[in-house]
């Protein structure tokens, strides 16, 4: 099991197979990956890459990744490298989430915050209410977020805030979000980030929208 812990976001896949893909998914180049195991050995592994660097290259850091950060030392040929072409690349990544309103209204003790969210020309609005405090401000601008995703998609109870915080990067103030995408039966953690630029909420909800979209085909195949 892997504990990965990324700028204060502690990342707990708790499959080995997803803590390779994981760690694989870092590497500067790579769009995705899977891993296939027999046993406990790992007999294929399948990468797909933009082409922003040789094959050679990206085999190389994989399996420098692998060993210096589980130990694990992979023969170079169980590694497979697809490449896409730019073209191709936005043929896959296909339309994105965007942040089109965001509102929070509060009361002595109860805060609303809505979200509004486009996915091409179409519009997904939803709502979230909680506790009035101040600890709770981004929590409630990234669930409203994730519950605009999933009436998007027609599915419920498959996205869940871990954790929501807010850093300073270089000077600046962003907002990071780790969501859990939850996919027949199994967890994977997403990270999104975004600068604040004057509203939090705004910068939270953003966050969220940042993390789906990375993951954005799958969740575009998930049925309830």
Known sequence: MLLEKEMGIIINTGEPEKDFEYLINQVQGVISSRVVRQGQEIIEIHVLTDTSRAPKQLVRDIESTLLVKLGQQIDYRRISIAQLGDDQKRLLEGPRLKLLEISSTSSRNKMVVTITIGLGNEKFKAAISGPNIANNRLTLASKATLA???KCYGISSRLEINQVEKVQLSGLEAILAAVSLILE?????????????????KAAAKAALDAINR??????????
């Open 215 to 224: 993951r954005l085909l799958k969740i575009d195949h998930v049925k309830d």
């Open 148 to 150: 605009a995703v999933e």
């Open 185 to 201: 039966s199994k967890e994977e953690v997403l990270l999104g980030t975004a600068l604040v630029k004057g509203d939090d909420q």
